[in-house]
């Protein structure tokens, strides 16, 4: 059966009579008409386009009506291109490589942390003059403290006496053993000086039994040249045996007194090593003397440091009881906590906690813990990005420059040991570098373009290049800088050439809302890469790139290095 539709044609007409039928007659049958589908218009053929057999005239183009119109085609083909070229592009975007690590908020220098206020003396807490979260300046009362003895005061007044008394033996001591080191000084000097006579007495005797063998030789040489004289006269008949006998006889005697005299004169060389040995042996004995006298007197001395010691201690705690024990501020902050384990009515030794406090400080650090493998990539002097728990942030990894809700930073500090298992600390403080700075509390004058701004508490300086006040505040606004010398510190007071002063800001939040113990996400920022190449390095699991040489511990702690990023701070 054939599935091409064709076109109705309208049915003729009957002639009037067939319409009238004889009763009892089955009428004829006629086809039905068609009738044109409803909803399509009827259209012809676009001219240009071929026919196809399915239109076949019939005015229904169902192909025409649910083709793809021209211009979605080209709209197809460039998303289909733009899919294609976007991640090749892509592949070759900038990405800053980075190097992620968590922690909190910490004040910068030791002494800025939070620590305990401990009980002065041994006794009985008697009252807490502060609460929790109460803030507290330097020397303001925080507790007091009694001693459960009533006469306590008037033992410590007792011993006081005795380590005087103490303190005057061990000084009369010192004194004895000084005056006899003085002695033992001089009887040293006195038996060396006896000991130095008897050896000059017998190098002097060596001198005589010298010249004495000297002597005993030439006369043994001249006699021998006489005898062998006469010897030879003899022989040959002119001398008679009388002058050769003795002539024999006074070269002998000669000979015996030459070996005398070498005999005294090693006896002589015997005693002046003797001598020499008996001097060295003076020496030390004294030397000995002397040094053991020498203890007794660092000894007698040391003593006197321990009653001194004994002494002072006494006298603190007693200046302590007569305060009552009061246990002050030692310096500006907030109480955090007072422990309860030790309230009113508690007792405590001296150095036991009893309250922990806040100090105020102006220079707050994030405390950030990063992975062992990637502590050999970071220096002192790094900039860093960071993500303060309770300021919403949209952090793109690879682009700082586009982060949203990120404050800068910059690496102050690398522990050269694991804080934790794994894990090294580094801490971040606030980026002072510019080229922007932040000013508030402008207290007199304005500043300009051209004025030299001057740090009072650091000595940093700067030229400004422009001038952002705050539209809301005249007061608070942003200084475009150059030429900079040194490094501004947060919330310290800058004075202008122009006769402006004002105040600092950090880029960071203010204390007031950014406390310590906030919790804190960082990156520390490394070299640029293509992005391609960072997907590369994160496929295989390599190390970020770093300089080609390795950092020095020079270059570690003085933070200087040559290929330092320069991160753009957004608006």
């Not at 196809?52 to 169902?62: I, L, Y």
């Not at 003593?303 to 006298?315: F, G, L, M, T």
């Not at 608070?476 to 002063?501: K, W, Y």
């Not at 496929?539 to 990023?565: C, H, M, Q, T």
């Amino acid at each position: 059966m054939s599935t091409e539709l064709r076109p109705s044609t309208p049915a003729e007409p009957l002639p009037p009579e067939a319409d009238a039928t004889l009763p009892g007659a089955i009428p004829a049958h006629r086809a039905p008409a068609r009738r044109p589908v409803s909803g399509v218009p009827s259209t012809r053929p676009r001219p240009g386009l071929p026919a196809r057999a399915f239109d076949g005239g019939s005015g229904m183009p169902a192909l025409r009506q649910v083709g793809t119109p021209r211009v979605a085609r080209k709209v197809g083909v460039m998303l289909m291109f733009a899919f294609v070229a976007l991640p090749a592009l892509m592949m070759l975007v900038p990405w800053r490589q980075s190097v992620y690590g968590d922690g909190q908020v910490i004040g910068f220098h030791p002494l800025d942390r939070e620590f305990m206020v401990d009980a002065p003396i041994y006794g009985r807490v008697m009252r807490y003059y502060v609460n929790e979260g109460d803030v507290v300046k330097a020397g303001d009362p925080i507790a007091s403290v009694e001693n459960i003895d009533p006469l306590y005061v008037e033992t410590l007044d007792l011993q006081l006496g005795n380590y005087e008394m103490a303190l005057d033996q061990a000084e009369q001591t010192v004194r004895a053993y000084e005056a006899a080191l003085v002695q033992k000084r001089l009887e040293k000097v006195q038996a060396i000086a006896e000991a130095e006579a008897s050896v000059a007495e017998a190098e002097r005797k060596v001198t005589e039994a010298e010249g004495k063998v000297t002597e005993a030789e030439a006369d043994a040489a001249g006699y021998e040249i006489l005898f062998d004289q006469s010897t030879k006269l003899y022989e040959r008949g002119l001398g008679s045996g009388a002058d050769r006998v003795k002539a024999e006889q006074i070269y002998r005697t000669a000979e015996q007194k030459l070996r005398q005299a070498e005999a005294a004169l090693a006896q002589a060389q015997k005693s002046v090593e003797a001598y020499q040995a008996k001097r060295d042996a003076v020496e030390a004995k004294a030397e000995a003397e002397i040094e053991k006298a020498k203890s007794d007197v660092a000894i007698a001395q040391g003593y006197v440091q321990k009653a001194e010691n004994e002494i002072q201690d006494a006298r603190v705690k007693i200046r302590q009881q007569q305060q009552g024990g009061q246990v002050l501020a030692p310096r500006a902050g907030t109480v955090l906590r007072l422990l309860t384990n030790v309230g009113a009515g508690a007792y405590v030794k001296d150095g036991d906690p009893l309250a922990i406090l806040i100090p105020e400080t102006p220079h707050l650090a994030a405390e950030i813990y990063l992975p062992g493998r990637d502590v050999p990539l970071v220096r002192a002097g790094d900039q860093a990005r960071l993500q303060f728990e309770g300021w919403p942030a949209l952090q793109f990894i690879g682009w700082p420059s586009a982060a949203v809700g990120t404050f800068p930073g910059k690496v102050a500090l690398v522990d050269s040991t694991q804080t934790k298992p794994g894990k090294f600390r580094i801490l971040v403080v606030p980026d002072m570098d510019g080229p922007e700075l932040n000013y508030g509390g402008l207290r007199r004058g304005r500043f300009s373009a051209g004025d030299v701004v001057t740090g009072r508490l650091s000595g940093a300086s700067a030229t400004v290049v422009a001038v952002e006040p705050d539209g809301d505040d005249p007061g608070v606004g942003e200084l475009t800088i150059g030429g900079i010398s040194g490094e501004f510190r947060p919330d310290e007071p800058m004075e202008s050439t122009g006769g402006a002063f004002a105040y600092v800001r950090s880029p960071w939040p203010s204390d007031e809302f950014l406390r310590q113990g906030a919790r804190a996400n960082g990156w520390v920022l490394l070299r640029e890469v293509p992005l391609g190449f960072e997907i590369w390095r994160r496929l295989n699991g390599f190390a970020p790139v770093v300089a080609k040489d390795e950092p020095s511990a020079k270059a570690g702690a003085s933070g200087e290095k040559d290929d330092k990023p320069k991160v753009k701070r957004p608006k």
